[in-house]
């Protein structure tokens, strides 16, 4: 049978609170060092150019309902279709390689820092003030499988499952308090860190730094060259005809 714990209230008031607490500080401290540090070169003319065409067509592929269908390929004739204009343009060169580039290099490993620096800061005063603290109990039951991710530093194989350490209540504050975090400190916060870790474990992949125009270009011309367009009111005419009239009572 497993254990069934009678938590403390000291342990809400002088640990669960204080973590949180502390995350929220650490994230605007964070946030402010990212403002500090974040280089203030502008983008480049013509790839500013380049993106935005391509959101131009991003939209058109989402809000193609919204154009009657002589809008619509006006449009797509002059995106796909003109030879040299549009997102059948071409440009001379590969893309550029991002490694090779000391002030994006500098930038990126700043942003690494300003991550990785706090989040090793955290987990270490937790583990060295709070390890093996039971935090919380989640109101409902979960499988043994959430046991290794719920429990850190806490070797009971009969405490039930719901029960949360106080290394997994930092993480699962970290990765649930993300809106609560947008909201505080604004988007441009957390999207830079899902940036920052797609970074980390996206290394094998392809860098999200690069941006290959002609490759884009390619790719987003056979996406709006395949849209089956049907505007939203073009049969409101024939329903509207269609419906049958009321009966007028004496």
Request: charged share 20%; no cysteine; glycine share 8%.
């Amino acid at each position: 049978m497993d254990a069934d714990l009678m938590l403390d209230p000291k342990i809400r008031n002088w640990v669960l609170i204080p973590i949180l607490i502390i995350m929220l500080l650490v994230q605007m401290s964070r946030s402010w060092a990212q403002v500090l540090l974040k280089g203030s070169t502008p983008p480049e003319p013509g790839q500013f150019k380049q993106m935005q065409l391509l959101q131009r067509a991003t939209r058109l592929r989402a809000n193609n309902r919204l154009l009657s269908s002589r809008g619509f390929h006006m449009r797509r004739h002059f995106l796909v279709e003109l030879k040299g204009i549009g997102l059948r343009q071409k440009f001379e060169g590969s893309a550029p390689n991002p490694m090779q580039n000391p002030d994006g290099m500098m930038n990126m490993m700043k942003g690494n820092m300003t991550m990785m620096v706090p989040n090793i800061a955290m987990m270490t005063f937790i583990s060295f003030f709070f390890q093996g603290f039971v935090m919380v109990k989640v109101p409902f039951m979960l499988t043994e499988g959430f046991k290794q991710m719920l429990q850190r530093d806490i070797s009971l194989q009969t405490l039930d499952t719901s029960y949360v350490s106080s290394l997994s209540w930092y993480f699962l504050a970290l990765f649930g308090l993300r809106g609560f975090f947008s909201l505080v400190l604004g988007d441009q916060a957390v999207t830079d860190d899902a940036k920052i870790m797609q970074q980390q474990m996206g290394m094998g992949g392809g860098n999200p730094m690069q941006f290959d125009a002609n490759k884009s270009y390619k790719q987003m011309r056979e996406g709006v060259k395949h849209i089956q367009h049907q505007f939203f009111l073009g049969e409101l005419e024939e329903e509207f005809m269609m419906l049958p009239a009321k009966k007028k009572t004496a």
